[in-house]
């Protein structure tokens, strides 16, 4: 890090630190109380108004013992507090707190309403309606041009991470709803950040489990959002339409369009750009242009660590119908389809030079690489989706979900590669010139039909017998997936080979390469629960015809190649039965205090393994037939401390083998490149891998709280793998060799996040993630072994610092380091590599329309004696126009300081490659994009 970087991130650190120590930290506590019969009153709602002001300040609920705290009010004013029960009437206090004050209001009784007529229904700001938090959009008082995510930002429990995610007192949110249906995809931000505010009736935070599983396991929460709009609400649109030209020819453009009648949702998209932004899908460009802003969580911009200058152009559509439109969360029957066409031409450049660091040629043996191509791809994707969930047969709940894909792609490609080698053994370079057509249409289709047992339901699972039959009581889970496919390739290929120390291995080739593919998979599933046992069926077939033509033009006469030209056809069966039981050692449930369980699972498996391979090239034709059995063991614990905290372990350990394939026992070797080889093995074993996993999650609950989860997995392969490299006179060869000796793998994983609320309107959120793997490799190099003991590390640090409708900055940091040590060697050849970056986003709202934002990230590679560093700073301004802020004008910088260069390194077990790729340097663009949106219409 550099000394001014340093500089910039401690004045923040000391900003932080001084908003945080002059806030004042003022407490009111108390408990409700049913004065009838005297008992605490659970879920009552608790609500704080600054007096004279329909808006809520803040709100809670009472817990299981009637207590409530509310935090972070201000001093010096005179604040309402109301406490809503239903069936009772409201209960008011008037209170003003003096700076860090704490005031503690007792057992606050409410009275009974003894006739309904007397208490007029007020839907208070949060409310319990059964096992279902909701929330009165009304009552929160916002910008008429607010969205969803501004809602949220003021609701108790909720946290708006930096990255987006959503939790409820520390319990993640994975998926929202509107009116009970997906919202113009899957995407979170889509109903976050277009949806307005004003259309939303309440806010639904709920347990989609079924009610048997939460009363059989009732901490063990599996939280969903559903947003209900307002009648006439559910007919909409939204969108945008954006143009920009910058310097050195950029151009970026994008168009969206979202209409719901209802029960159907319409999208219509198109993106072009040549500066590097990468569509991957339509939820990928509705995401990232939505009308409240992505800020620092933007993922479609350019990318300035991608090889070579893209220009994309992606068109595609959506179509959503609900069926029956009922609105409810347990009950889909839709229809979608999906249709993506995508352009890509792209231009790149790369020259690398890559260093052996065995023992004696650690300097001196090393190999160049130049490679240029241009490579103009399309690609067209159909999707069809019908889903029918929560319907019954007879007195039995069923799924079915049905998928059907189409993809059509075309890639045509042009480029030059040159190799020099500067080996002991070899002095040569090689060039290849490729011009390539490739063409594939490939069909897929999957469907899972779930059949449950009378106790059960999609979303649980009850396992008693209670008085049901044997068969009242199998559950049946169908998936039966396949495709089919065929690609035509065709590519004509130029190469030339000089040896300088033997000429008598100079070559030239001229060839062509007609070759076609055709595939085909089917894949069933099939398992029977019945209780606590489970038997899991897995069939699996693959198929391939494969017709390869590769012809020699020599003197401009055609001669076919016999050593690459071929016929073929593989088939592979697979068939996978298991049986599984499960065991509860121990249970407990207090109500309103605690649960716990520990359950342990044994399985056992086998698979049945048979491949064969007919082919012209007789030492192509093989067979192989393997069966393996495949043994489990895993003990479980779960528990949970109400409104407190859960934990959730496992230890699991399995036992797995994996197969030699077709093209490491018999590889075809094509000439056209002579200075390098790859035999493989004539014979190879079994590869044996047995694991064993331990992984603890751990979730604070409330809303500030704590979550983690660490795991920890051993795996120890025997017969496994590895290279036996030779370097022969004038050629690299490469072969597989099995090593008896165990080589074990050591791999920890885990994330820990906190989010600290610093103020009423200031939040401090952390989300630490770090992998870390130890291994031991063995490979050959001219017949002399190397031992690697190997180790990375990649960790990652992510922190946001908000002010509510202001300012936004995250910082973000991550370190790849990779070491190797040689066991076996007195030399010190070890090598060791870095790669850290670090990274400070800020979003700062200077007023309701006019934005800055800026991000600079710093990049340093290191490894033994290479060493480079770069800062990319990007930065940009936007200023909304319109009365509903619907046109945006915005200036952007990119790479601002020119230090963008393309350098890059990489880490193999016995190499070091350094390089340089063409990529996407500074430019300029001015934009201006346009917002469609309207919420009700007839």
């Given at each position: 890090?550099?000394?001014?970087?340093?500089?910039?991130?401690?004045?923040?650190a000391?900003?932080?630190?001084?908003?945080?120590?002059?806030?004042?930290?003022?407490?009111i506590?108390?408990?409700?109380?049913d004065?009838?019969?005297?008992n605490?009153?659970?879920?009552?709602?608790?609500?704080?108004?600054?007096?004279?002001?329909?808006s809520?300040?803040k709100?809670?609920?009472?817990?299981?013992y009637g207590?409530?705290?509310?935090?972070?009010?201000?001093?010096?004013k005179?604040?309402?507090?109301?406490?809503?029960?239903?069936?009772?009437?409201?209960?008011?206090?008037?209170?003003?707190?003096?700076?860090?004050?704490?005031?503690?209001?007792?057992?606050?009784?409410?009275?009974f309403?003894?006739?309904?007529?007397?208490?007029?229904?007020?839907?208070?700001?949060?409310?319990?309606?059964?096992?279902?938090?909701e929330?009165?959009?009304?009552a929160?008082?916002?910008?008429?041009n607010?969205?969803?995510?501004d809602?949220?930002?003021?609701?108790?429990?909720?946290v708006?991470?930096?990255?987006?995610?959503?939790?409820?007192?520390?319990?993640?949110i994975?998926?929202?709803?509107?009116?009970?249906?997906?919202?113009?995809?899957?995407?979170?931000a889509?109903?976050?950040?277009?949806?307005?505010k004003d259309?939303?009736q309440?806010?639904?935070?709920?347990?989609?489990?079924?009610?048997?599983?939460?009363?059989?396991?009732?901490?063990n929460?599996?939280?969903?959002?559903?947003?209900?709009?307002?009648?006439?609400?559910?007919?909409?649109?939204?969108g945008?339409?954006?143009?920009?030209?910058g310097?050195?020819?950029?151009?970026?453009?994008?168009?969206?369009?979202?209409?719901?009648?209802?029960?159907?949702?319409?999208?219509?998209?198109?993106?072009g750009?040549?500066?590097?932004?990468?569509?991957?899908?339509?939820?990928?460009?509705?995401?990232?242009?939505?009308?409240?802003?992505?800020?620092?969580?933007?993922?479609f911009?350019?990318?300035?660590?991608?090889t070579?200058?893209?220009n994309?152009h992606?068109?595609s559509?959506?179509?959503?119908?609900?069926i029956?439109?009922?609105?409810?969360?347990?009950?889909?029957?839709?229809l979608?389809?999906?249709?993506?066409?995508?352009?890509d031409?792209?231009?790149?450049?790369?020259?690398?030079?890559?260093?052996?660091?065995?023992?004696?040629?650690?300097?001196?043996?090393?190999?160049?690489?130049?490679?240029?191509?241009?490579?103009?791809?399309?690609n067209?994707?159909?999707a069809?989706?019908?889903?029918?969930?929560?319907?019954?047969?007879?007195?039995?709940?069923?799924?079915?979900?049905?998928?059907?894909?189409?993809?059509?792609?075309?890639?045509?490609?042009?480029?030059?590669?040159?190799n020099?080698?500067?080996?002991?053994?070899?002095h040569?370079?090689?060039?290849?010139q490729?011009?390539?057509?490739?063409?594939?249409?490939?069909?897929?289709y999957?469907?899972n039909i779930?059949?449950?047992?009378?106790?059960?339901?999609?979303?649980m699972?009850?396992?008693?017998?209670?008085?049901?039959?044997?068969?009242?009581?199998?559950?049946?889970?169908?998936?039966?997936?396949?495709?089919?496919?065929?690609?035509?390739?065709?590519?004509?290929?130029?190469?030339?080979?000089m040896?300088?120390?033997?000429?008598?291995?100079?070559?030239?080739?001229?060839?062509?390469?007609?070759?076609?593919?055709?595939?085909?998979?089917?894949?069933i599933?099939?398992?029977?629960?019945?209780?606590?046992?489970?038997?899991?069926?897995?069939l699996?077939?693959?198929?391939?015809?494969?017709?390869?033509?590769?012809?020699n033009?020599?003197a401009?006469?055609s001669?076919v190649?016999?050593?690459?030209?071929?016929?073929?056809?593989?088939?592979?069966?697979?068939?996978?039965?298991?049986?599984?039981?499960?065991?509860?050692?121990?249970?407990?449930?207090?109500?309103?205090?605690?649960?716990?369980?520990?359950?342990?699972t044994?399985?056992?498996?086998?698979?049945?393994?048979?491949?064969?391979?007919?082919?012209?090239?007789?030492?192509?034709?093989?067979?192989q037939?393997f069966?393996?059995?495949?043994?489990?063991?895993?003990?479980?614990?779960?528990?949970?401390?109400?409104?407190?905290?859960n934990?959730?372990?496992?230890?699991?350990?399995?036992?797995?083998?994996?197969?030699?394939?077709l093209?490491?026992?018999?590889?075809i070797?094509?000439?056209s490149?002579?200075?390098?080889?790859?035999?493989?093995?004539?014979?190879?074993?079994?590869?044996?891998?047995?694991?064993?996993?331990?992984?603890?999650?751990?979730n604070?609950?409330r809303?500030?709280?704590?979550?983690?989860?660490?795991?920890?997995?051993?795996?120890?392969?025997?017969?496994?793998?590895?290279?036996?490299i030779l370097?022969k006179?004038?050629?690299?060869?490469?072969?597989?060799?099995?090593?008896?000796?165990?080589?074990?793998?050591?791999?920890?994983?885990?994330?820990?996040?906190?989010?600290?609320?610093?103020?009423?309107?200031?939040?401090?959120?952390?989300?630490?993630?770090?992998?870390?793997?130890?291994?031991?490799?063995?490979?050959f190099i001219?017949?002399?072994?190397?031992?690697?003991?190997?180790?990375?590390?990649?960790i990652?640090?992510?922190?946001?610092y908000t002010?509510?409708?202001?300012?936004?900055?995250g910082?973000?940091?991550?370190?790849?380091?990779y070491?190797?040590?040689?066991k076996l060697?007195?030399?010190?050849?070890?090598?060791?590599?870095?790669?850290?970056?670090?990274?400070?986003s800020?979003?700062?709202s200077?007023?309701?329309?006019w934005?800055?934002?800026?991000?600079g990230?710093?990049?340093?590679?290191?490894?033994?004696?290479?060493k480079?560093?770069?800062?990319?700073?990007?930065?940009?301004?936007?200023?909304?126009?319109?009365?509903?802020?619907?046109?945006?004008?915005?200036?952007?910088?990119?790479?601002?300081?020119?230090?963008?260069?393309g350098?890059?390194?990489?880490?193999?077990?016995?190499?070091?490659?350094q390089?340089?790729?063409?990529?996407?340097?500074?430019?300029?663009?001015?934009?201006?994009?346009?917002?469609?949106?309207?919420?009700?219409?007839?």
């Open positions: 890090m550099t000394k001014a970087s340093f500089q910039t991130l401690l004045l923040l000391l900003f932080i630190l001084l908003n945080i120590s002059g806030f004042a930290q003022t407490k506590e108390g408990i409700a109380i004065t009838a019969h005297n605490v009153l659970r879920s009552a709602t608790v609500s704080v108004y600054e007096k004279g002001n329909k809520v300040d709100i809670t609920l009472t817990d299981t207590k409530f705290t509310i935090n972070d009010l201000g001093f010096n005179t604040y309402l507090l109301e406490l809503r029960y239903q069936g009772f009437k409201k209960a008011l206090r008037e209170f003003i707190l003096k700076k860090d004050e704490s005031k503690n209001f007792g057992k606050i009784h409410m009275d309403v003894e006739n309904e007529l007397e208490e007029v229904e007020v839907l208070p700001p949060v409310r319990m309606n059964g096992d279902t938090l929330f009165n959009a009304d929160f008082k916002l910008d008429s607010a969205v969803v995510e809602l949220l930002r003021k609701l108790p429990g909720i708006v991470w930096g990255d987006g995610s959503l939790t409820y007192n520390g319990k993640e994975p998926n929202i709803l509107v009116n009970g249906k997906e919202f113009f995809g899957s995407s979170k889509i109903v976050l950040q277009n949806l307005a259309a939303v309440k806010l639904q935070i709920y347990d989609k489990r079924n009610e048997k599983e939460k009363k059989e396991n009732p901490l929460v599996e939280l969903e959002m559903n947003v209900t709009l307002k009648k006439g609400k559910e007919k909409m649109y939204f945008s339409l954006s143009y920009g030209r310097t050195s020819k950029r151009y970026q453009q994008h168009a969206n369009f979202n209409l719901s009648t209802g029960k159907s949702q319409y999208t219509l998209a198109y993106s750009n040549n500066s590097n932004k990468y569509l991957q899908s339509t939820d990928h460009l509705l995401k990232n242009t939505s009308f409240k802003g992505v800020g620092i969580n933007a993922d911009d350019s990318d300035f660590l991608s070579g200058i893209s994309q992606v068109l559509g959506r179509y959503q119908y609900d029956v439109g009922t609105n409810q969360v347990n009950r889909k029957h839709l979608t389809s999906n249709v993506l066409s995508r352009w031409n792209t231009v790149n450049k790369d020259h690398s030079t890559t260093s052996l660091l065995s023992d004696d040629n650690a300097v001196n043996n090393q190999r160049t690489n130049d490679n240029e191509s241009h490579n103009k791809r399309r067209l994707v159909a069809l989706n019908y889903t029918n969930t929560g319907g019954k047969v007879s007195n039995r709940f069923t799924n079915l979900t049905a998928d059907a894909d189409f993809e059509h792609s075309s890639n045509l490609d042009n480029s030059v590669i040159r020099e080698y500067n080996y002991t053994n070899e040569a370079q090689n060039t290849v490729n011009n390539g057509e490739y063409r594939k249409n490939r069909l897929s999957n469907t779930d059949l449950y047992d009378v106790n059960s339901s999609p979303s699972s009850v396992r008693t017998k209670n008085r049901n039959s044997f068969g009242e009581l199998l559950s049946y889970k169908l998936k039966w997936s396949g495709s089919v496919s065929e690609t035509q390739q065709f590519n004509e290929m130029r190469s030339a080979y040896n300088a120390d033997k000429q008598e291995l100079n070559r030239q080739d001229h060839r062509t390469y007609d070759k076609s593919l055709k595939e085909f998979s089917q894949n599933n099939l398992n029977v629960r019945y209780l606590d046992w489970t038997f899991a069926n897995n699996s077939f693959y198929h391939t015809n494969t017709n390869d033509n590769v012809v033009l020599v401009d006469q001669q190649n016999l050593d690459l030209t071929h016929l073929s056809r593989f088939n592979q069966l697979q068939y996978e039965p298991n049986l599984e039981k499960s065991f509860r050692l121990k249970s407990h449930y207090l109500q309103g205090r605690s649960s716990s369980f520990m359950s342990l044994l399985g056992s498996g086998l698979r049945f393994y048979k491949a064969e391979n007919r082919s012209t090239l007789d030492y192509r034709n093989l067979e037939t069966t393996t059995f495949l043994p489990q063991v895993r003990l479980s614990r779960y528990y949970s401390k109400s409104s407190q905290y934990i959730n372990s496992s230890l699991t350990l399995n036992y797995d083998e994996e197969y030699p394939n093209d490491q026992l018999r590889p070797y094509d000439n490149n002579v200075a390098y080889r790859f035999f493989g093995a004539t014979q190879l074993k079994k590869t044996q891998r047995a694991k064993a996993t331990f992984m603890t999650s751990f604070e609950q809303q500030n709280g704590y979550s983690g989860n660490i795991s920890l997995s051993y795996t120890q392969y025997r017969q496994g793998l590895t290279d036996s370097f006179e004038g050629q690299q060869q490469r072969y597989l060799v099995q090593i008896a000796t165990p080589m074990p793998l050591l791999a920890v994983n885990g994330y820990l996040n906190k989010n600290y609320p610093l103020s009423k309107t200031q939040a401090l959120n952390f989300q630490f993630d770090v992998s870390l793997n130890w291994g031991n490799k063995i490979q001219d017949a002399i072994k190397q031992e690697m003991g190997t180790n990375s590390q990649n990652s640090l992510k922190s946001y002010i509510l409708d202001r300012y936004q900055i910082w973000i940091n991550g370190l790849n380091r070491a190797r040590h040689n060697s007195e030399k010190n050849n070890d090598y060791i590599s870095n790669y850290w970056t670090s990274g400070v800020m979003s700062y200077l007023s309701k329309r934005q800055l934002n800026s991000n990230t710093s990049r340093l590679s290191s490894a033994n004696n290479y480079d560093h770069a800062f990319i700073w990007n930065m940009n301004t936007t200023y909304r126009l319109l009365p509903g802020n619907n046109l945006e004008l915005k200036l952007s910088a990119y790479d601002l300081l020119k230090e963008n260069k350098l890059y390194i990489n880490n193999g077990l016995t190499e070091f490659t390089g340089y790729r063409n990529n996407l340097t500074q430019y300029f663009m001015l934009s201006l994009t346009y917002f469609p949106r309207k919420f009700g219409f007839k």
